[in-house]
C-alpha cells in the first residue's frame, strides 16, 4: 500500500542525526515522516552507544571508588558488594527513559514515526517492511539518509556477543570477566575496558599504535592518561597486532606480535572486546536501485549541503564523512533541515569537542600538536596541571592537566586539550571560545568562579599568553 500524501521530508533512520532532523522539520513546519527498523528511536546512541555507556561509567567508578578511595577521605565502609544486574536494570532506565522521551517529543512536533526498515523503491519513493508485518511506501519531495553506522568485525574473528563481543555484547555482560582483552585502544576499548577493569575484571588492551586514544587525541595528553589509567590497573599493549584469534575453547586465544614483525605471542582471556573502529551502515537500503554510490570505506558521497548527486536526497550523521560522534549528527541534523527551509546550514567542523569519559575524562577541541607540527604552523603552548587547582585538590583528584594551543603571532586559539576531572563539561567553554575565535588572553581575562576546576582552564590560557598565578 502507497500512502497518496507527499511529505515534505522523508527519513531513513531514527537515531541521533535522524531524529534530531525530524523534530526540526516539525518546528519548521514541514510534513515530516521518521523511519525506524529498530523498535525504538534515539540510534546507536541512546540504545546502545552514549547512554548505556555513561551509566555503567558513572556506576562502576562509584563502586571502584568506593572500593579504593573513601577510606583516606574520612569514610569507612562495611561489606560492598556489587549487584551487577541492578546495575544494568539502572542503565536501562535511563536509556528507556530517554528512547520514550524522543516519541513524546515526535507526537509534540507532529512527527510520524513508521517502526520498519525502509528502502528505496525509487528517487521519491521510500518502502518501508514493518516490524509488525506487512509493508507500506511513503513518497517524499527531500529524502534525509540517517541510517549510522555499525563495529567494525575483525577478520576471522567471529562477534558472538558473550565471549566475543563488540560495544553491544560489552554493555551487557551477565557476569564480571576475570580476563578481558580489547582489540583496539581507541574510546570504546578505553571507556569500556574501565568499566569492567573497576568491576574487577584484569584489563588488557591491544593497540596497533605506538598511542592509545584512538585518531585525534594529543600524543602528550594521550600519555598521560595512559598512565594514569595504568595505575587504575588497566594494562597495554601497544605497537602490538593481533594476528588471529581462537574462541573454540573455554576461554578466546589470541595471536599477536609486534606491529612491526617479531615473535608471535599467544594471550587468553574470558571475553575478547573487538573495538577496532565502526564503519557506515547501508545494507538494504536499495542505493543501487537509485544510482547512489558510496567511497571505498563505504560512505555515501555529499557536497557541503549534505547533497547526495540526487539533490533531493541528503545524507548526514554516522553514514557520511567526519567523526561519528552524536554531537556532530545532532549539528547536522538541524542544518540539513535548515538547507531546505533556509537554504543555508552552519556547522563548523573545526569546533566539534570530543570527550572520553574515563575518569579522569580527556576532552579536546581544534586541532592537536600533531597536527600543527604536520601543516607547519607556528604555535605557542600553555600548560596547567590540576595538581595546583584548589578544588581539584580539595576533591582529591588532581590527576591531569589543561593545554592551550594557540597561534604564535595572534593568540588566536587553535585548540584545547584537557586530561582531569569533569573535562568533558570544560571543554564548553573551549568550544565556544574556538567559534567566536577568540585568543588566549580573551579566556585569561575572563573572571572564574572560585574554587572550581575551571580555574585550571583559565590559568592554562593565562599560561599560553603570560604566565600562570598558581604554578
Ligand atoms: P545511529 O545512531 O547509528 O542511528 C541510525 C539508526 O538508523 C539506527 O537506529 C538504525 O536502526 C536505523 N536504520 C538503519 N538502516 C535503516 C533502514 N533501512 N530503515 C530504518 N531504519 C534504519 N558519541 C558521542 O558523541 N558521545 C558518546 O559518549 C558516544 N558513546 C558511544 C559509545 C558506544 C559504545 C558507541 C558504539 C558509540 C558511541 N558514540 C558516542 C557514537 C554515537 O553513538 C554515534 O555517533 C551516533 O549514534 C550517530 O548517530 P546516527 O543517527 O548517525 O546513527
Ligand atoms: P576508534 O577509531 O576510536 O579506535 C580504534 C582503535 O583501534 C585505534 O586506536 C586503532 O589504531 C586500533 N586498531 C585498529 N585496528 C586494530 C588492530 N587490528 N589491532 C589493534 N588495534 C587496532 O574506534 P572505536 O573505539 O571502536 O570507536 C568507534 C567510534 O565510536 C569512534 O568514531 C568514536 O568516535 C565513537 N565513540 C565515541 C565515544 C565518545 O564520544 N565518548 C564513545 C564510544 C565510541
Request: glycine share 12%; charged share 25%; net charge negative.
Amino acid at each position: 500500500d502507497v500512502r497518496t500524501e507527499e511529505k515534505d521530508l522523508v527519513i531513513i533512520g531514527g537515531g541521533v542525526a535522524g531524529y534530531v532532523a525530524a523534530i526540526k522539520a516539525g518546528q519548521e513546519g514541514l510534513k515530516v515522516t521518521c523511519i525506524e527498523k529498530r523498535g525504538s528511536l534515539g540510534g546507536t546512541c541512546l540504545n546502545v552507544g552514549c547512554i548505556p555507556s555513561k551509566s555503567l561509567l558513572e556506576n562502576s567508578r562509584i563502586y571502584h571508588q568506593i572500593n579504593h578511595d573513601v577510606k583516606n577521605r574520612g569514610i569507612d565502609v562495611g561489606d560492598v558488594k556489587l549487584n551487577l544486574p541492578q546495575m544494568m536494570k539502572a542503565k536501562e532506565t535511563s536509556v528507556s527513559g530517554l528512547t520514550k522521551g524522543i516519541e513524546f517529543l515526535f507526537k509534540k512536533n507532529g512527527v510520524e514515526y513508521i517502526k520498519g526498515a525502509g528502502r528505496f523503491e525509487d528517487q521519491n519513493t521510500v518502502a518501508v517492511d514493518l516490524n509488525d508485518g506487512g509493508s507500506t511506501a511513503v513518497r517524499g519531495k527531500n529524502i534525509l539518509i540517517a541510517t549510522g553506522s555499525e563495529v567494525t568485525p575483525f577478520p576471522g574473528l567471529e562477534i558472538d556477543e558473550t565471549k566475543v563481543v563488540s560495544s553491544n555484547g560489552a554493555i551487557a555482560l551477565k557476569e564480571v570477566p576475570k580476563k578481558m582483552l580489547v582489540i583496539g585502544g581507541g574510546i570504546i576499548g578505553l571507556e569500556m575496558g574501565s568499566v569492567w577493569s573497576r568491576l574487577g575484571a584484569e584489563v588488557t588492551i591491544v593497540e596497533f599504535l605506538g598511542a592509545i586514544g584512538g585518531p585525534g587525541m594529543d600524543a602528550e595528553v594521550a600519555k598521560n592518561i595512559q598512565k594514569t589509567l595504568g595505575k587504575q590497573g588497566m594494562k597495554f599493549m601497544l605497537n602490538t597486532k593481533v594476528m588471529s584469534g581462537d574462541p573454540s575453547g573455554q576461554g578466546v586465544k589470541l595471536e599477536v606480535e609486534a606491529a612491526k614483525g617479531g615473535k608471535a605471542q599467544t594471550l587468553e582471556a574470558d571475553v575478547v572486546l573487538v573495538a577496532i573502529g565502526r564503519r557506515p551502515y547501508t545494507q538494504g537500503l536499495g542505493l543501487d536501485k537509485i544510482g547512489l554510490e558510496t567511497d571505498s570505506k563505504g560512505r555515501i558521497v555529499i557536497d557541503s549541503e549534505y547533497r547526495t548527486k540526487i539533490p533531493h536526497i541528503r545524507v548526514i550523521g554516522d553514514c557520511t564523512f567526519g567523526p561519528m560522534l552524536a554531537h556532530k549528527a545532532e549539528e547536522e541534523g538541524v542544518a540539513a533541515v535548515e538547507y531546505l527551509t533556509k537554504n543555508y546550514g552552519h556547522v563548523n567542523y573545526n569546533a566539534i569537542p570530543a570527550v572520553m569519559y574515563t575518569h579522569p575524562e580527556v576532552a579536546w577541541v581544534g586541532q592537536n600538536e600533531q597536527e600543527l607540527k604536520e601543516q607547519g604552523v607556528k604555535y605557542k603552548v600553555g600548560t596547567f596541571p590540576f595538581t595546583a587547582n584548589s578544588r581539584a585538590k580539595t576533591n582529591l583528584d588532581t590527576d591531569g592537566m589543561v593545554k592551550f594551543l594557540a597561534d604564535a603571532e595572534t593568540d588566536r586559539i587553535l585548540g584545547v586539550h584537557i586530561v582531569g576531572p569533569n573535562a568533558g563539561e570544560m571543554i564548553a567553554e573551549g568550544t565556544l571560545a574556538l567559534e567566536y575565535g577568540a585568543s588566549t588572553e580573551d579566556v585569561g581575562r575572563t573572571s572564574h568562579a572560585h574554587p572550581t576546576l575551571s580555574e585550571a582552564f583559565k590559568e592554562a590560557a593565562m599560561a599560553t599568553y603570560s604566565k600562570a598565578i598558581h604554578f
